[in-house]
Nanobody, 124 residues
Framework: QVQLVESGGGLVQAGGSLRLSCAASGRTFSIYDMGWFRQAPGKEREFVAGIGWSGRDTACADSVKGRFTISRDNAKNTLYLQMNSLNPEATAVYYC?????????????????WGQGTQVTVSS
């Protein structure tokens, strides 16, 4: 399995931006499709964005489309999530995850490795 560590979370005002990072170690990062998920208190974990192993293919949830961008740097073993125009509904713990499944799967059950999460809080 690959080990994942998120960073970059914090407190930001509505309308602001944050960039999350996810550092990978262990197995070869570039063989995995990657995803970002989030979980707000009392809610289920939900798909935010996904990216294929090469970085060429990406997908975002409708709720963040046009505001969030997922990217990866396989040379640095790092996954990113650029979040712009944040609103309070984005407040959650954000997790990065790795999967050997293909097709930018959105169901968290397909993901094999998870980070510990990073808290994002957006104040109104």
């Amino acid at each position: 399995q690959v080990q994942l560590v998120e960073s970059g979370g914090g407190l930001v005002q509505a309308g602001g931006s944050l960039r999350l990072s996810c550092a990978a170690s262990g197995r070869t990062f570039s063989i995995y499709d990657m995803g970002w998920f989030r979980q707000a208190p009392g809610k289920e974990r939900e798909f935010v964005a996904g990216i294929g192993w090469s970085g060429r293919d990406t997908a975002c949830a409708d709720s963040v489309k046009g505001r969030f961008t997922i990217s990866r740097d396989n040379a640095k073993n790092t996954l990113y999530l650029q979040m712009n125009s944040l609103n309070p509904e984005a407040t959650a713990v954000y997790y990065c995850a790795a999967t050997t499944a293909r097709g930018l799967v959105t169901d968290p059950r397909w993901y094999d490795s998870w980070g510990q999460g990073t808290q994002v809080t957006v104040s109104s």
